[in-house]
């Protein structure tokens, strides 16, 4: 157990840590569903106006039934960005908050504010600032709760995208109609006393129009393809 779940005591409301554990028995089901799915025997069309050509989709089957590391995937899934403990050997692995929110900035991960990308370690997946520095903007309209899951005829997983523009409103502010979008990651302002938003779990609404210090956006750097 670490130290926050320590402090949140007998809170039964409080928002704990979870790790997901799935028994090999749904990873051998899962990989013989993904064997056993029906594709077309040709291309469909001759470009990608209808997703992804055929091949790929082969391919992709082939190696998510078996060669992908779902353990691995699972083990993504803990409290952090790189595992379960915040701060593995004494080492800081992201640019967050220490000290008391908002008058102590400690900064003894060495930057009392923005960190270029980069100074701090890359998760197992080889992924640089996935939490802390800035919060990161994505593409979806924010909303309090999901919508229900759609239930889906084949059994790919669902990825909610968020509601309709309209919806993303601040219900606590109707006379201002300004959509919001979803952030995500947490930054050099979160503190273990404050919001703990660093976590992957956690999101954040940030209107459209508004823009801070500690918010920012993903970078993605695609090595060239061999010669
Ligand atoms: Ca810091």
């Excluded at 992709?60 to 995937?73: I, K, T, V």
């Excluded at 930057?111 to 890359?122: D, I, K, N, Q, R």
């Amino acid at each position: 157990m670490n130290a926050a779940v320590e402090q949140m005591g007998s809170d039964t409301t409080a928002m704990r840590p979870f790790r997901v554990e799935v028994p090999e028995a749904d990873l051998t089901d899962l990989r013989r569903r993904i064997r056993s799915t029906r594709l077309p025997e040709k291309e469909p069309v001759a470009d990608m106006s209808q997703g992804v050509q055929l091949a790929t989709v082969e391919k992709l089957a082939r190696y998510w039934a078996d060669d992908y590391d779902w353990r691995r995937s699972e083990a993504g899934s803990m409290d952090y960005a790189w595992g379960d403990t915040f701060r593995p050997g004494d080492r800081d692995m992201a640019n967050t908050w220490q000290g008391e929110f908002l008058w102590q900035n400690l900064a003894t991960d060495g930057y009392e504010g923005t960190s270029p990308v980069g100074a701090f370690p890359a998760n197992g997946y080889g992924l640089h600032d996935m939490i802390g520095n800035v919060w990161e903007w994505t593409a979806d309209w924010y909303v309090a709760q999901h919508p229900s899951e759609v239930l889906k005829t084949c059994c790919t997983p669902h990825n909610p995208r968020g509601p309709q523009e309209r919806e993303s409103y601040d219900p606590w502010q109707p006379a201002i109609l300004i959509p919001r979008k979803v952030i995500k990651g947490g930054s050099h302002l979160c503190a273990p006393n404050y919001c703990r938003r660093y976590r992957p779990a956690a999101r954040f609404p940030e209107p459209i129009d508004t823009s801070t210090c500690h918010l920012g956006f993903r970078c993605v750097v695609r090595p060239s393809p061999p010669p």
